[in-house]
Every structure is written in structure tokens, then in C-alpha cells.
């Protein structure tokens, strides 16, 4: 991956808004920010967590490492930190 | 949705015969753990509960052999493998047991009494009958699934009780029990493989959600063994799980089962 593709904070937000919104079934993005907890206002369960986790994945064209900890990630924006780090490790090789 | 009848004349292939070798003579010392011997004060109540709950799990894997050589009718090396996973598991009952003795924590009559009173084959084929996907999932598809799940979830489950139990030997001791069981759960992932090679599309496509829904639901042991809600051990498997071991099987089985999205008719959310 290279470094100069990883899109910015915003863009990956708003892509995550976009496919959470589809995930959970909800009728606009207007309920879901940057800002919004997966667990106490997304309802995201561990069974969600499963789908989040997939379907970032193949959005994004990363894979999380095994390692990751998945209880430090409580809101849309650390979904998206999290990503953003993901792309740019890969990016680094 | 068009799926051929289940039990086809196909027999699963030779690419599981080397799990029939692998684990043999795996516990050579098996005379030598009865004079170990453990500190109670250094080992947490949790850790000992789980050890106990376990043990008398393991000692129950009988009632899990009927249920399985149900649901892998007249596929007889799935049968075989069954058997002697009930073996192995039951070794581990030993092991375990010696455990528990040396901690002088030993399971009572009661547990064992209270482990045998119930419809375990019953329970576990109508809660497998209740979480199917769909009537014409093939039983041995559905089995090889649950045991994805089942052996990954003992493997977190052991190596969380090796990292919280405070005393390196023993730790030693649960790794390995551990390693059998990630072992197990390989077998399943490559039966499971196996026999999709074998399967329709529209049968593929079932794995995929098949997964979600027990993973959605999943109570183990209880599917299996009542007795688990009477002494209030129904989180045995998940009891030591933090958030790194939980996030652990998350992305373990993420990562396994997502393979198999391709098949989904669905091109959205996973469904």
C-alpha cells in the first residue's frame, strides 16, 4: 500500500459511518458519528463486532493482526484510528 | 433454495487421515502428574472454579459422542475421529482431575450424580435443530461448525487458565491441554473444507451464516450438559476471558469464517 493512498481521518470516518449504517440497518447516517459508541448507542454485540470486524477488513483491504484488543475500541473514531493505523503499517511494510 | 438431500454417498476424504496418527502418546507422563502437588492460596478462586467446571466437562464428553455420531450418521471416519476425540478429551479429564486433586479442590459425588441426570443427546440435537440456518444444512456440516467454534473457544479458554493460574507447572500443564484442543479444532476447519469441496454452491453459501448464528448463541457447555446450569458454571468457557482473549476468538473466527462470504448470495451485509 502505498503511503500517499491512505485516506485521510475524514474520509475513512465517513466510510465507516456509511458501512456501519448499512450494517446495522439504519434507515439514514444521520444517527452515526465520529463520536458514536458501537456498544451503547450502535448496539454492536460481539456478534456485531464479528461483522465490524469482516467488513472493515474487506472495505479497507487490511487485516487485523490477531493481537489486536478489541476492548480498547469503544467508538466510530477509534474504529477509524484503528484503521488508519492498519493502512499505514501495511503501507510501511 | 435447491440442496441435494443430506447424507450423500460421499465419505469425507483422506486429507483427515493424519489427525487420525497426530496426538497419539501425547501424554507420556500421565503416571507422573499424580504426585503433583499445587498451592490453593496462590491460585485464584476463578482459575479454580474454571478447573473444576472443565473437569467435570471433560468427564461428560461422553454425552457428546451420542450427539455427534447423530449428526455424522453413516460418514464413518467423522465417527471414528469422534471417538477418539472423546478420548482425548477424556485424558484430559485425568489430567485435569489430578489438578483439582492436588489442589485439593476434587469434584464430589454430587457433581458426578448431577452430571449424569439429564437428556444431554436430546438437549444438544434440539438446540442444533433450533440454530439451523436452514432444514437441509447437512448435520455433519452443522457439527464440523459447531466444533470450529467449540475446540477455539477451549483453546482461549485453557490458555487464559495457563495465564491467570500462578504457578508455572501447572501452566505448563494447561498449554498443552491448549494444544490438543487447537489441534481439534483444526480437524474440524479441515473436515469442514473437505467437505465442501464435495458441496452445491447453495450449500457454501450456508456456512457463512451458519457460523453467525452460533456464534450469535453460543452457551457452551449447556448445549450439551444441564448440569452446568444447575451448579452455575454456564460461562465456564468464557469465564477467564478478557478483553484481549475475547477479542482473540473475535478476530480468530472473523478471520476463519469471512473465507467463506464469497459464497453468500448477499454482496452487503454480512447476513
Redesign the interface.
Known amino acids: 500500500m502505498n503511503p500517499d493512498t491512505i485516506p485521510n481521518r475524514r474520509t475513512i470516518v465517513d466510510r465507516l459511518v456509511t458501512r456501519l449504517a448499512?450494517?446495522l440497518?439504519l434507515e439514514s447516517t444521520a444517527t452515526v458519528s465520529e463520536e458514536s459508541r458501537l456498544r451503547e448507542d450502535l448496539g454492536v454485540?460481539?456478534?456485531g463486532?464479528?461483522?465490524l470486524?469482516?467488513?472493515v477488513?474487506?472495505d479497507f483491504s487490511i487485516?487485523?493482526a490477531?493481537?489486536?484488543?478489541?476492548?480498547?475500541i469503544h467508538s466510530v473514531g477509534d474504529v477509524a484510528a484503528l484503521v488508519e493505523g492498519r493502512m499505514r503499517d501495511s503501507a510501511q511494510g | 433454495m435447491a440442496i441435494k438431500p443430506p447424507y450423500p454417498s460421499f465419505t469425507t476424504p483422506d486429507t483427515i487421515d493424519d489427525f487420525f496418527i497426530a496426538g497419539r502418546n501425547l501424554w507420556p507422563d500421565l503416571k507422573d502428574l499424580s504426585k503433583l502437588s499445587y498451592e490453593r492460596s496462590k491460585t485464584p478462586d476463578d482459575v479454580v472454579r474454571f478447573l473444576r467446571s472443565t473437569t467435570l466437562n471433560e468427564h461428560g464428553v461422553a454425552h457428546y459422542l451420542g450427539g455427534y455420531f447423530h449428526n455424522y450418521h453413516d460418514d464413518y471416519k467423522l465417527r471414528f475421529w469422534s471417538a477418539m476425540w472423546t478420548a482425548e478429551e477424556y485424558t484430559h479429564y485425568i489430567v485435569l482431575r489430578r489438578i483439582i486433586q492436588g489442589l485439593g479442590e476434587d469434584l464430589t459425588e454430587a457433581d458426578f450424580a448431577g452430571l449424569e441426570d439429564g437428556d444431554y443427546v436430546e438437549n444438544y440435537l434440539a438446540y442444533l435443530e433450533r440454530i439451523k440456518v436452514d432444514p437441509a444444512i447437512d448435520s455433519r456440516m452443522l457439527q464440523l461448525i459447531y466444533g470450529v467454534l467449540q475446540e477455539y473457544a477451549a483453546v482461549i479458554a485453557y490458555t487464559a487458565a495457563a495465564e491467570q493460574c500462578n504457578d508455572e507447572g501447572m501452566a505448563a500443564i494447561l498449554k498443552r491441554v491448549a494444544k490438543d484442543e487447537m489441534r481439534h479444532c483444526r480437524f474440524n476447519q479441515v473436515a469442514l473444507e473437505a467437505m465442501l469441496e464435495h458441496c452445491s454452491e447453495d450449500e457454501r453459501a450456508l456456512v457463512w451464516p451458519q457460523f453467525r448464528a452460533i456464534w450469535g448463541d453460543l452457551r457452551m457447555p449447556t448445549e450439551h450438559i444441564e448440569y452446568f446450569s444447575v451448579i452455575g458454571a454456564t460461562d465456564l468457557y468464557t469465564s477467564l476471558w478478557d478483553g484481549e482473549k475475547r477479542s482473540r476468538i473475535i478476530l480468530y473466527l472473523s478471520h476463519y469464517f469471512s473465507q467463506f462470504r464469497k459464497y453468500c448470495k448477499t454482496d452487503g451485509a454480512p447476513v
Open positions: 448499512e450494517l440497518r454485540d460481539s456478534l463486532l464479528v461483522d470486524v469482516t467488513l477488513e474487506e487485516r487485523f490477531t493481537n489486536t484488543d478489541l476492548s480498547e
